[in-house]
């Protein structure tokens, strides 16, 4: 999938400046693409010449002159031809992960705090998510809202990145306590690596675990 094709869903809703774009990005669209301001300005353009958006100027009196953008015929017809073409896998490519597949031979601290600081951040953007979904329903339950609500596509994305974080969370938390446990506490209080074990090898004899890990506290609204 190009940019392009995010930028036009992401206008079905009606007009947007390029800076309602950008917070579009940021709140729903960024669940399942990323992109800089800077670059949804450029794609604008390039959408703009190619006519598949079109945008007027909004005279304000108290603000800058900004401009709207709406998605043409041009547009729509591009975003049938991608809707009918076959989609690709998606695939994880995640620092993070790196980091984790190397916890038997590295320091597993600084990489427990990783972990946790992953799962709070997954914690808030989960939060975030059950606040958009309720906003899309409005006063109606989930199964009403998903049988008649006016556009089921942007809450589907939304459930689908809830449940992303939700498995993200849960899988750092599970992760931070399972290095906490196995690896044994240093003379400074911090846990300390085992090189050389496998994953499934059990903790050297007489270490002691440490504690399990706390469940990260809930993210501030």
């Known amino acids: 999938m190009a940019l392009r094709h995010a930028v036009l869903a992401a206008l079905l809703d009606g007009e947007l400046s390029g800076y309602q774009l950008a917070k579009a990005f940021d709140v729903g669209v960024a669940n399942f693409w990323h992109a800089l301001p800077q670059q949804l300005y450029a794609e604008l353009a390039k959408l703009e010449q190619e006519g598949l958006v079109a945008g007027r100027r909004v005279v304000q009196e108290t603000r800058p002159t900004k401009r709207l953008f709406h998605v043409t015929d041009a547009g ?7 809707a009918a073409a076959a989609s690709k896998p998606s695939f994880i ?17 600084p990489l427990i705090r990783q972990v946790e600081e992953r799962a709070a951040m997954a914690e808030a953007k989960i939060d975030l998510f059950r606040r958009i979904l309720r906003k899309m329903r409005g006063g109606l339950g989930e199964e009403e809202f998903l049988r008649a609500g006016r556009r089921v596509g942007p809450y589907l994305t939304c459930l689908r990145g809830l449940a992303f974080e939700e498995g993200n969370r849960d899988w750092c938390l599970r992760t931070a306590a399972i290095l906490r446990e196995r690896s044994p506490a240093a003379p400074d209080g911090r846990t300390a690596a085992v090189p050389g074990e496998g994953i499934a090898a059990m903790p050297r004899e007489g270490t002691a675990p440490a504690p399990r890990n706390p469940e990260v506290a809930h993210a501030e609204r």
């Not at 729509?76 to 991608?82: C, G, N, S």
Request: cysteine-free; aromatic content about 4%.
């Open 93 to 109: 490519r995640d620092d993070l992960l790196v980091k984790v597949q190397a916890a038997d031979h590295v320091d597993a601290g």
């Open 76 to 82: 729509l017809t591009e975003l049938e031809r991608f």
